[in-house]
Structures are given as structure tokens and as C-alpha cells.
């Protein structure tokens, strides 16, 4: 099975490749971004996509990271706040056993 899925990884590795390598050799023409203040220097089509493609998945791991990291964050103050109302409660339970003995 290991052996199955190393190959499987690897075919798909060899596609990506494939099919960013012909995307690359058809948009060869230069083209110069204008973001509003300043212009970003010519490249190839190809490059200016692909950067943006990456910058965009870069983007949405560190927003997704910062909102799993505030998820972790609510999830140990419930921990803490469960964890004191159990302290609590046990201590009213040995509390009223104490009370009636």
C-alpha cells in the first residue's frame, strides 16, 4: 500500500510539472502590472500568474493558521473554565458530605 501511494504522489508530482511547464511555454508575452501607486516591472504572463497563485495560497495558510490558533486559544480557556467549575463542584460535594456526617 505504502509503495501504491508513493507512486501515486509521484505520477501527480509529474503531471503538476507537466502542465506548469506547458502553461509556462504558451504565456510567454510580457506584460507589466499596474498597482495603482507603482508598476511592477515586465515579465512573462506564466510568471505573474503563478506568483500570484502562490502569494494567494501563502496568504490563505497564514489566515487560516491565525484562525485556527484563536480556535486553540477559546478551546483552552473552556478547558480552564470546566476544569474550575469541576473543582468547584467537587468541593461542594465533599462540602455537603462533611455537613451531613
Not at 477559546?74 to 473554565?81: E, F, S
Amino acid at each position: 500500500m505504502g509503495l501504491l501511494k508513493i507512486l501515486l504522489v509521484l505520477a501527480l508530482c509529474i503531471v503538476f510539472l507537466f502542465c506548469g511547464w506547458t502553461f509556462a511555454t504558451l504565456n510567454t508575452e510580457l506584460v507589466s502590472i499596474n498597482l495603482f501607486f507603482f508598476t511592477l516591472p515586465e515579465a512573462s504572463l506564466s510568471l505573474w500568474l503563478m506568483a500570484s497563485f502562490v502569494v494567494g495560497g501563502i496568504a490563505g495558510v497564514v489566515v487560516s493558521s491565525l484562525f485556527v490558533m484563536i480556535l486553540k486559544l477559546k478551546l483552552q480557556a473552556a478547558k480552564r473554565k470546566i476544569s474550575s467549575a469541576d473543582k468547584e463542584l467537587d468541593q461542594l460535594r465533599t462540602a455537603a458530605l462533611k455537613r451531613s456526617t
